[in-house]
């Protein structure tokens, strides 16, 4: 059994989705949305959301804005081809719907991580490069960190689980970072990467509380948008959330109209419990096999765009993501691993609802292991 401890929000006055908030003080309770929606609500729900503060009042950071998305595009494509969406007819037949699939499986890192890696590098002043990054990462953000560093010319040193995924690892090292195994789990290394950063002078990078990041990643649906204008539904995977963030303020902020849905593993609900309750929420452990949306903690940037911008939040069972990962590659011949298959679980899961609709699925990234593969093949069935 998970226990979690619940923490207000200490920020100025804002209006969170079901709860209304003054001084970090719950004032009034609004209903909730049902989770199981039998119809999508289209532009009067999404006239509703609440304007964006340009800052996150808990850490102070500057909300990043389609504008910075847009210069991050820039820097992204410099080094960045953009990435193929697919519109497998299988996975439309599978879900009732125009399925498109955005193939981040295929960057250079296998993540779409590796967007936001670069944006924020590019930004660092000489003397930051000089001093190194540090960082902890399941292995997808310290991958992106690692290239990233090796395009810009910087040491980077990333924080990772003692059990973490060995291809990661293994790409890390070829990218030139040094790996130090610092702890149980993401979040524990977090804190390691930190005192490590500090004892070294060197530049702290955070996995969700940094703009750039947000602004870098968020570029992959500016890809989607600029195929499919007429999109009606992304789902998207979340860890700490800057995926889905940045996917708000890309698509939602190009198309209010269009439904960005959420989706975390059920063994690793933090950012989905905190965008329901409006509080931020920690958990002592997480139990999941992918890594990928492995963190036992909601972080303030990303929490203040979802709250404001996300249509809705799903949770999926680590069974539903291994049928997932097999449902892919029996239709698409692509391999995801657990979080990047999360959103064809969850597309899965409410395909009554998305009958019609033009829906992209997030293929967020595809470093399964063999082993894993394996797992899920000895386990599971395709739908
Ligand atoms: C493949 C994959 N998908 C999704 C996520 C979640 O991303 P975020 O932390 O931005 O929510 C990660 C995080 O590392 C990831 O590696």
């Known amino acids: 059994m998970i226990t979690h401890a619940v923490t207000d929000n200490r920020g100025a006055r804002a209006t969170v989705r079901g709860l209304q908030w003054a001084n970090g003080r719950e004032t009034r309770k609004v209903p909730m949305p049902a989770t199981a929606q039998t119809e999508l609500p289209g532009q009067a729900e999404a006239d509703q959301h609440a304007a964006l503060p340009a800052h996150d009042p808990a850490s102070g950071l500057a909300l990043p804005t389609l504008l910075d998305v847009y210069r991050a595009r820039q820097v992204v494509d410099r080094y960045l081809a953009p990435t193929p969406l697919i519109q497998p007819p299988a996975l439309g037949d599978l879900l009732g719907c125009n399925a498109y699939v955005k193939c981040e499986n295929v960057q250079p890192i296998g993540a779409f991580k590796v967007r936001g890696g670069i944006n924020l590098l590019s ?20 991958q992106s960190i690692a290239y990233a560093a090796r395009l810009f010319g910087a040491r980077a040193t990333i924080h990772m689980p003692e059990r973490a995924n060995p291809l990661k690892v293994a790409a890390m090292r070829r990218f030139g970072a040094e790996v ?9 290394c977090t804190g390691a990467a930190e005192a490590d950063a500090a004892a070294r002078g060197a530049y702290f990078v955070h996995t969700s509380n940094e703009p750039r990041l947000i602004a870098g990643v968020a570029t992959y649906a500016l890809e989607i948008i600029e195929e499919v204008p007429d999109l009606d539904v992304l789902i998207v ?11 708000c303020i890309a698509g939602k902020g190009i198309n209010p109209r269009l439904r960005g849905i959420a989706v975390q593993a059920e063994g690793a609900p933090a950012v989905y419990e905190t965008w329901r309750s409006g509080r931020f929420v920690a958990h002592d452990r997480v139990d999941t096999f992918a890594e990928g949306m492995a963190t036992r903690v909601s972080h303030s940037l990303p929490a203040q765009i979802l709250w404001r911008r996300l249509d809705d939040f799903r949770l999926v069972s ?16 692509l391999l995801a691993e657990g979080a990047g298959a999360a ?41």
């Open 123 to 142: 930004q660092l002043s000489p003397d930051e490069l000089g001093r190194g990054v540090v960082t902890a990462s399941t292995g997808n953000h310290g």
């Open 180 to 188: 130090v195994f610092s702890g149980v789990d993401f979040d524990t």
């Open 237 to 247: 995977p979340v860890g700490g959330g800057s995926g889905a963030s940045g996917a």
């Open 318 to 333: 680590d069974q539903d993501l291994r049928r997932a990962i097999l449902t892919l590659l029996a239709t698409t011949g």
């Open 343 to 383: 959103a064809l679980a969850a597309a899965y899961a409410m395909r009554h609802e998305l009958a019609g609709r033009n829906v992209a699925l997030v293929l967020s990234g595809g470093n399964l292991t063999l082993d894993a593969l394996a797992g899920a093949l000895a386990t599971e069935q395709p739908w």
